[in-house]
């Protein structure tokens, strides 16, 4: 006589899912306005919950579809024990329609459902529709739905569940209660596991369920089906060890072990570490994935954080996640996380993981401290600041009494450098030792119209120490002046007006400011009334009395020389092609990181 068939094994995700509102765990939010909108009759006609996977949403589904038509009901705790309750805990009621939107995403399901709702449950007092991933109907089914989402029949009730609600149409948005499922803490989900295995008559590790919490990443299904996966192994107790050999995960001890080879810049010995630990079976992408999750909260304490915010490390090793945030720096840390995060992603595209973990390593390990650096390159900027040993730059001389801090005059134009070569000339601070290019600070004119991106040796932005004493404004200061002036002010606009070609005085506190031909544009934008307000505030400080700055353009001229050669036009965007191809200015570009911004034509 053959055996009996054994019953059927129902997996603990479904045997232990959620049967009342109050078993919700992470949501009680939803579960009080759910049951409250269940005493106080307030019950709408459709609902919408959004969250991630696994947080509970058609558990919830299924709890307000049993509160509504249990056999006692509608009552917000559903007995679990009549016909009704069952069958849609196991959902084969024939009035609870669980529809899967991703298979029945058509205008054809859709018509089909519309017909429907006009019959009458059969045995329960409402016909509920739930419908999982709803964002995956067409938009031609959305729109078959309105109508009858809108003003369904006194019998219908409907529940859509989603974890993408951007997609869904606003138009249905508008018509649903919508409720937000959160993610459940790791400390929720470890003592739910902690419940499943002893319910199962087994034992656990504290740390192996909360391993399997942090792994879960606010997911109670993840958690429970990893949980079912140790279970089949058939050990009466579940460790840390054994949940590590399931995940293909590196242990905290060696992962942690590897930030410290990390942080003191060994990358012989974090790539013997590597090997060992590919060696013991652990995947290398889950690996690069556990130390961007680790370097995630060492960030998080170099930050200013605590010890509870820490998402991935055991609260016992807190004091070596602080450690290695000290060590480290936030911008350093920043900087790691970034190299790890690009090999991650790569890594899902290439046949090469190890190598791309071991490129990663090696540049977390070449990293130089950032937030030193950060410090130095904010001195370097401060006026009158000391560059600090071993630097490239020098301290800038204090002021005597009687001289005037205003900018030398450019040399004239037309003329050649010292170098005699006729290329223009290039001032700045060398480059930093540790970049090999200058600090992006903003632009400063030199003296021949290019621009360093590094901070110069130039007068202090501050016009009240740009000149030592007010000196009256005269045909011969004039020039000298308005370059104290500018060099006081540090905007778009200045930069337009430091473009100019000449300056004059034609009446006591008035000063004229000309501009070539070619730059009609920058006299346009010095002229708003706004940005003429500003310069004469500037001459105002700089010569001691009220001066009034108009700007103009001069003409170009319409003739010449008669025995002179005709030239031929040339566009000052030309001009700046030819400059650019000078070797003198192509080698400023790859030393300084300067370029030319500005080309006067000669005399």
Same mark, same amino acid.
């Given at each position: 006589?053959?055996?009996? $068939?054994?019953?059927?094994?129902?997996? /603990?995700?479904?045997?232990?899912?959620?049967?009342?509102?109050?078993?919700? +765990? #992470?949501?009680?939010?939803?579960?009080?306005?759910?049951?409250?909108?269940?005493?106080?009759?307030?019950?709408?006609?459709? %609902?919408?919950?959004?969250? *991630?996977?696994?947080?509970? !949403?058609?558990?919830?589904?299924?709890?307000?579809?049993?509160?509504?038509?249990?056999?006692?009901?509608?009552?917000?705790?559903?007995?679990?024990?009549?016909?009704?309750?069952?069958?849609?805990?196991?959902?084969?009621?024939?009035?609870?329609?669980? /529809?899967?939107?991703?298979?029945?995403?058509?205008?054809?399901?859709?018509?089909?459902?519309?017909?429907?709702?006009?019959?009458?449950?059969?045995?329960?007092?409402?016909?509920? %529709?739930?419908?999982?991933?709803?964002?995956?109907?067409?938009?031609?089914?959305?729109?078959?739905?309105? !109508?009858? +989402?809108?003003?369904?029949?006194?019998?219908?009730?409907?529940?859509?569940?989603?974890?993408?609600?951007?997609?869904?149409?606003?138009?249905? +948005?508008?018509?649903?209660?919508?409720?937000?499922?959160?993610?459940?803490?790791?400390?929720?989900?470890?003592?739910?596991?902690?419940?499943?295995?002893?319910?199962?008559?087994?034992?656990?590790?504290?740390?192996?369920?909360?391993?399997?919490?942090?792994?879960?990443?606010?997911?109670?299904?993840?958690?429970?089906?990893?949980?079912?996966?140790?279970?089949?192994? =058939?050990?009466?107790?579940?460790?840390?060890?054994?949940?590590?050999?399931?995940?293909?995960?590196?242990?905290?001890?060696?992962?942690?072990?590897? /930030?410290?080879?990390?942080?003191?810049?060994?990358?012989?010995?974090?790539?013997?570490?590597?090997?060992?630990?590919?060696?013991? #079976?652990?995947?290398?992408?889950?690996?690069?994935?556990?130390?961007?999750? %680790?370097?995630?909260?060492?960030?998080?304490?170099?930050?200013?954080?605590?010890?509870?915010?820490?998402?991935?490390?055991?609260?016992?090793?807190?004091?070596?996640? !602080?450690?290695?945030?000290?060590?480290?720096?936030?911008?350093?840390?920043?900087?790691?996380?970034?190299?790890?995060?690009?090999?991650?992603?790569?890594?899902?595209?290439?046949?090469?993981?190890? /190598?791309?973990?071991?490129?990663?390593?090696?540049?977390?390990?070449?990293?130089?401290?950032?937030?030193?650096?950060?410090?130095?390159?904010?001195?370097?900027?401060?006026?009158?600041?000391?560059?600090?040993? =071993?630097?490239?730059?020098?301290?800038?001389? *204090? +002021?005597?009494?009687?001289?005037?801090?205003?900018?030398?005059?450019?040399?004239?134009? =037309?003329? !050649?450098?010292?170098?005699?070569?006729?290329?223009?000339?290039?001032?700045?601070?060398?480059?930093?030792?540790?970049? =090999?290019?200058?600090?992006?600070?903003?632009?400063?004119?030199?003296?021949?119209?290019?621009?360093?991106?590094?901070?110069?040796?130039?007068?202090?932005?501050?016009?009240?120490?740009?000149?030592?004493? $007010?000196?009256?404004?005269?045909?011969?200061?004039?020039?000298?002046?308005?370059?104290?002036?500018?060099?006081?002010?540090?905007?778009?606009?200045?930069?337009?007006?430091?473009?100019?070609?000449?300056?004059?005085? $034609?009446?006591?506190?008035?000063?004229?400011?000309?501009?070539?031909?070619?730059?009609?544009?920058?006299?346009?934008?010095?002229?708003? $009334?706004?940005?003429?307000?500003?310069?004469?505030?500037?001459?105002?400080?700089?010569? #001691?009395?009220?001066?009034?700055?108009?700007?103009?353009?001069?003409?170009?001229?319409?003739?010449?020389?008669?025995?002179?050669?005709?030239?031929?036009?040339?566009?000052?965007?030309?001009?700046?092609?030819?400059?650019?191809?000078?070797?003198?200015?192509?080698?400023?570009?790859?030393?300084?990181? *300067?370029?030319?911004?500005?080309?006067?034509?000669? %005399?």
């Amino acid at each position: 006589m053959p055996e009996a $068939p054994q019953s059927e094994y129902v997996v /603990i995700a479904r045997r232990y899912r959620p049967r009342r509102f109050d078993e919700l +765990l #992470g949501q009680e939010h939803v579960g009080r306005a759910l049951a409250g909108a269940i005493t106080s009759g307030r019950v709408g006609h459709a %609902y919408l919950f959004t969250g *991630a996977r696994g947080v509970g !949403k058609t558990s919830a589904a299924r709890i307000l579809a049993k509160a509504l038509n249990c056999e006692h009901g509608p009552t917000p705790e559903p007995c679990n024990q009549c016909d009704i309750c069952q069958s849609i805990s196991t959902g084969d009621d024939v009035d609870v329609l669980e /529809i899967d939107g991703a298979s029945n995403r058509g205008i054809d399901e859709i018509r089909q459902l519309r017909q429907n709702v006009s019959v009458r449950p059969s045995r329960a007092r409402l016909k509920i %529709y739930i419908i999982d991933e709803v964002h995956m109907l067409t938009r031609e089914a959305f729109n078959a739905l309105l !109508k009858t +989402l809108e003003e369904p029949p006194e019998h219908v009730k409907f529940i859509f569940c989603t974890t993408e609600p951007t997609k869904i149409p606003i138009t249905i +948005l508008s018509r649903c209660q919508r409720f937000d499922f959160a993610g459940i803490s790791r400390e929720a989900i470890a003592g739910r596991l902690g419940q499943i295995v002893e319910a199962e008559g087994l034992q656990a590790d504290r740390d192996a369920l909360e391993l399997l919490a942090r792994r879960a990443s606010g997911s109670m299904r993840d958690s429970q089906s990893l949980l079912e996966q140790l279970l089949a192994f =058939g050990s009466q107790r579940i460790t840390v060890e054994e949940v590590h050999r399931l995940l293909g995960t590196a242990d905290e001890e060696r992962l942690l072990r590897l /930030i410290d080879l990390l942080v003191s810049r060994d990358a012989a010995a974090a790539l013997a570490e590597l090997d060992g630990t590919l060696n013991a #079976g652990v995947d290398v992408a889950l690996l690069i994935e556990q130390l961007l999750s %680790y370097l995630r909260d060492v960030m998080v304490v170099a930050a200013g954080g605590g010890s509870d915010a820490m998402m991935f490390t055991a609260p016992t090793e807190a004091d070596r996640i !602080k450690q290695a945030a000290e060590q480290l720096g936030l911008s350093t840390v920043l900087a790691a996380m970034q190299i790890v995060e690009q090999a991650l992603a790569r890594m899902r595209y290439s046949t090469h993981g190890r /190598i791309l973990a071991e490129l990663a390593l090696v540049r977390v390990c070449q990293l130089e401290e950032l937030d030193e650096l950060g410090e130095l390159i904010a001195q370097v900027g401060q006026p009158g600041a000391v560059p600090p040993p =071993g630097r490239p730059g020098s301290p800038r001389p *204090a +002021l005597s009494p009687g001289h005037s801090a205003a900018p030398a005059a450019p040399p004239p134009r =037309g003329k !050649k450098n010292d170098s005699g070569d006729g290329a223009p000339r290039m001032t700045g601070a060398p480059p930093t030792a540790a970049t =090999g290019r200058l600090p992006k600070d903003p632009p400063t004119p030199t003296s021949a119209g290019l621009t360093s991106t590094g901070p110069t040796n130039v007068a202090p932005t501050n016009t009240a120490t740009a000149v030592a004493e $007010p000196t009256a404004l005269t045909a011969e200061s004039a020039e000298s002046l308005w370059r104290a002036a500018l060099s006081g002010l540090a905007t778009t606009t200045a930069n337009h007006a430091r473009k100019f070609d000449r300056v004059s005085v $034609p009446a006591p506190g008035r000063l004229v400011v000309h501009f070539a031909p070619d730059y009609a544009f920058a006299k346009s934008i010095c002229s708003h $009334p706004s940005h003429i307000a500003r310069f004469e505030q500037a001459m105002a400080e700089v010569a #001691g009395q009220a001066v009034r700055v108009e700007f103009e353009a001069d003409e170009a001229p319409t003739g010449g020389v008669p025995d002179a050669p005709a030239r031929t036009r040339v566009s000052p965007q030309q001009r700046m092609i030819e400059i650019t191809k000078h070797p003198m200015v192509h080698r400023a570009n790859e030393l300084f990181g *300067a370029m030319p911004t500005r080309v006067d034509a000669p %005399y």
